[in-house]
């Protein structure tokens, strides 16, 4: 049995908004409360992290809880419009579920990477169970995500299914946090592995193709992309845009123009293309990205489109859906790229619309957008050597587990 | 393996199976060259063409949205200044309207004919100014996302009905006939707002009636489809609509170059409010053209369950 209730709630007092959101969530869950198994909590930055952990706690006895503070909420309701916290409680009695936080990312990223998985894994096996998915909220602004992704297969091997999203905190780009248990914590992953008997499928879809000739990466340092062939990089948008066009990339966070045109960056040996949201753009030119841009690595321009990106959510969905292999989902994890919200603008509901469409109408939905996404490859579960977890940007991550 | 043994190609094994060139084999692998080297020009040059399109086509996209947003908010300060504007006239409006009501009444003072003519007159102008103002606050508050709406159980028949014996006497006064085609069936309830489902059939009757130029008849039709929607139709035997004014019907503040030029009156709302309403109940809004005169609407609105 397998079953999930989500709650979401809003208003100002964030103990209060924590406490609402996690008895909504065991309200819906209805009969199948004594099965509680995890809490799943994700909140906007308003709140007093504190303060939310300490509401749901009230309500949500000793059932272990993880979550991210995130760039906005979403639930089957949508695309939540207002700052909220949204609950989910996951009941079962064939899944067990291991937890586990470490800290440290900002200089040790991979190494925290490793640690987290390494201590879920301990857990699972003291108590004889295999391990056969791993859930993860990375900090969306400490640290170098894909080294945490590869510190993760680092413990649990390669081609390990591995999906989640990097924390965010409403678009300020300061401080996002993660929840582990009781505690509230920063620059930090969080962890959950999952064991027993349930299906899951992910998919990851994008929506954008590229567009012009490659350029090499001939500079950069984790997420800086210095120079391109040579020249400062931001003389791709220059040449692509006019100078006029790309001086906005220069002038706000994560412009306009470089989310309709993200960077795709195809790694050295590898066909497939990973979206990078340019961030910022310094006086020199160097643009600095929301994942790792590598030496070496070839660099396009990409486009795409409102409708596609909306497009392709549902693709993905139906795709999470197939991977099921006939199984009904249960539940749907959403993270979708926070640049998508702002692309999105008003139409952000679509995307959920559609997802929700796609997985059917009474599949509980709660996720968040990133400021980063993980999950394998194309949402190769199936064909284990051709599973590849990375550290995506731009993308909807879609992981639903069934029964 | 023995010296001078050739591989069945011909191809001596003693050069480890490469084949020397003959001064001839060189002259040729010189063309060859040359050739290469020309089709690497060539798609250097269809490289460079592609860099080429893909920053006209970046460019002229970026064009195309910053022009959008121009437009958004032009139109964005547009709505602001006729909501607005209409907020304002409907005040002095509702005065003069009172002003026009005591006057015609003898209330201050007997009127000759002429002058009872004249009032008369002004009091029907006011009247659709006022009838215009409120569209435009009906636009106003759709575009706010202020207008609520209260959904119940509705009986079709009693709101058609009621809409057609309030149209009737101006419509008959100006010689057109208004019906209700299968008046006395069993029609399912529906589940509406019942006064915003009066405003579509009202509007679509109206505008039915405003473009039939002479005589004519305007016919209402409620059908059960058997799904979940019942169907309702407003047919005329009017002017019909002009082909280019087909797409922009729905739209706001459209009004066709026929209805301009025969000088009917009309906000050019109407039918924007019309269809924001069906889609609200869920329903679907569309017309068709009569074969050779007339325009028929149509409509449908969910049963009520």
């Known amino acids: ?403 | 393996m023995q010296s001078g043994i050739s591989q069945r190609d011909g191809r001596d094994l003693r050069t480890g199976g490469i084949d020397l060139p003959e001064t001839d084999d060189l002259v040729s692998l010189q063309l060859q060259n040359e050739k290469l080297q020309k089709e690497m020009k060539r798609l250097l040059g269809l490289l460079a063409e592609q860099e080429t399109a893909a920053r006209l086509l970046i460019q002229r996209d970026l064009a195309l949205s910053k022009a959008n947003e121009k437009l958004e908010k032009l139109d964005q300060a547009k709505s602001e200044f006729v909501s607005v504007a209409a907020h304002q006239l409907r005040t002095p409006l509702s005065g003069i309207k009172w002003g026009l009501d005591i006057l015609v009444q003898g209330e201050a003072g007997e009127l000759n004919d002429e002058q009872r003519n004249i009032i008369q007159k002004s009091i029907e102008s006011n009247d659709r100014m006022i009838a215009l103002v409120n569209d435009l606050l009906d636009v106003d508050h759709i575009e706010a996302g202020k207008d609520a709406y209260r959904f119940a159980s509705v009986d079709i028949r009693e709101v058609v009905d009621s809409v057609l014996s309030d149209l009737k006497p101006k419509a008959e006064a100006g010689g057109v006939m208004l019906r209700f085609e299968d008046r006395f069936k069993d029609y399912p309830h529906v589940w509406a707002d019942k006064s915003k489902l009066r405003a579509v059939i009202q509007n679509l009757v109206e505008n039915a009636v405003r473009y039939i130029m002479n005589t004519g008849t305007v016919s209402v039709r409620v059908e059960d489809t058997g799904a979940e929607m019942l169907q309702i139709t407003v047919a005329d035997d009017g002017i019909g609509i002009p082909k280019e004014a087909r797409e922009k019907i729905f739209g706001k503040f459209f009004r066709a170059e026929n209805a301009v030029r025969l000088r009917t009156d009309g906000s050019g709302l109407g039918l924007f409010i019309a269809s924001d309403i069906v889609k609200k109940h869920g329903g679907n809004i569309w017309f068709e053209e009569g074969k050779t005169k007339g325009t028929s609407f149509f409509f449908t609105i969910p049963k009520a369950k």
């Open chain 1, 1 to 403: 049995m397998l079953r999930a209730g989500i709650g979401i709630n809003y208003g100002d007092d964030a103990f209060l908004v924590g406490v609402n959101a996690c008895q909504e969530a065991f309200l819906k869950l209805g009969a199948d409360t004594h099965a509680a198994k995890l809490i799943i909590v994700f909140a906007s930055v308003k709140y007093d992290q504190e303060e939310v952990l300490r509401g749901v706690r009230s309500v949500s006895g000793g059932v272990p809880l993880a979550g991210a503070s995130t760039a906005g909420e979403i639930t089957g309701a949508g695309s939540s419009k207002k700052n909220s916290v949204a609950v989910m409680v996951l009941a079962s009695n064939t899944v067990n579920f291991f937890l586990s936080v470490a800290e440290g990312l900002k200089d040790h990223s991979r190494e925290a990477g490793k640690q987290v998985a390494d201590q879920v894994k301990a857990d699972a096996e003291k108590l004889g169970e295999d391990l056969r998915f791993f859930m993860m909220f990375p900090d969306g602004r400490a640290g170098n995500g894909s080294e945490i992704v590869r510190g993760v297969l680092d413990s649990l091997g390669e081609h390990f299914p591995v999906a989640g999203g990097a924390s965010g905190d409403d678009l300020h780009f300061e401080k996002t946090y993660q929840y582990c248990g009781e505690k509230v914590y920063s620059g930090a992953v969080v962890g959950i592995g999952f064991s027993g008997e349930f299906s899951f499928g992910v998919a990851v879809e994008h929506g954008w193709t590229p567009i012009g000739l490659p350029k090499k990466v001939t500079k950069s340092e984790g997420s800086v992309l210095y120079e391109l062939d040579g020249k400062p990089a931001i003389r791709l948008y220059e040449d692509y845009f006019g100078e006029e066009n790309a001086r906005e990339l220069k002038e706000n966070v994560l412009a306009k123009n470089a989310i309709m045109y993200p960077l795709g960056v195809s790694m050295e040996g590898k066909a497939h293309l990973l979206i990078r949201d340019p961030l910022t753009v310094d006086a020199d030119g160097a643009i600095t990205c929301a994942a790792e841009v590598p030496e070496g690595a070839e660099v396009r321009l990409m486009v795409g489109s409102v409708e596609k990106a909306i497009e392709m959510a549902g693709v993905a969905a139906a795709a999470a859906k197939k991977n099921l292999d006939g199984k009904e989902p249960r539940v749907a994890f959403v993270w979708s790229g926070v640049a998508r919200r702002k692309l999105f603008g008003e139409r952000a509901d679509e995307e959920i619309r559609t997802i929700q469409k796609e997985l059917g109408a009474d599949v509980p939905i709660i996720g968040f957008y990133t400021y980063g996404e993980q999950a394998p490859m194309n949402g190769e579960i199936k064909n284990q050597e051709q599973c590849n977890p990375e550290f995506h940007n731009g993308t909807v991550v879609i992981c639903a587990l069934g029964e």
